[in-house]
């Protein structure tokens, strides 16, 4: 059976999308049976996803109105004591989403992007494959050589650490969707290494819908969407 992992990416990508995130999971959820998930994909997007999120509310307090500043002459206006009414609600209005952000920050219960991924990965059918203190070494070991795939970061592992680990765990063909253009540019390389390790094929995409050709599922309008078909 064909394996299929969806780095943390993906999942990310959902916070700035104008899609419906519960089609997508829906879309993800049909391939269960084939998803196969290192346990640093959890970790990378609980840690991310805070990020994420602290960064839409930052954007959405900057959208905060200046108190009209205007001359006597217009101050006197009724119309502009109402204006400033309206600023002032609308800050209120702001500062209320701006709290309830900061709250789904604080509580992954209600942010309904982590509540779909919690249930995704918390499904018997999904394998979580976790890690080991030699599949870190193997990780710190490509990161010191140079090896596909790299993190950008220099002190961080994380895209070693998942290859290693579905090198490790994986006997059969392999789809890795990622937006992560380390893996794309170096497809050739990872490809070899996979047969070399495994005895499978792999495919490296950016689109789940490529994935869904095994379960016989047509992709969502949303997904469509999401992938730039449309």
Known sequence: MTAVCVD???FLELYDS???PGEIFADIGALAEHLVLPDIILDEFLRNRSRVLDRIADDVRKHKTEEVLAPSIIRV???TA???RAGEEYN???DALYGDIESMIREPASDPIARAFTDLSGDPAVRVIHRTDELVTRAHRRKLLGNPP???GKDTIGDELIWETLLANLAEDLIFITRDRTY???TACLAGEYRERTGGDLTITDRISDALALVGRPASPALVRFEGRE
């Open 8 to 10: 943390t990416n993906l």
């Open 18 to 20: 104008n899609e419906d």
């Open 77 to 79: 206006n009724p119309k």
């Open 82 to 84: 109402a204006l400033q």
């Open 92 to 94: 209120r209005a702001v």
């Open 150 to 152: 790299k993190s950008m």
């Open 184 to 186: 794309r540019y170096h």
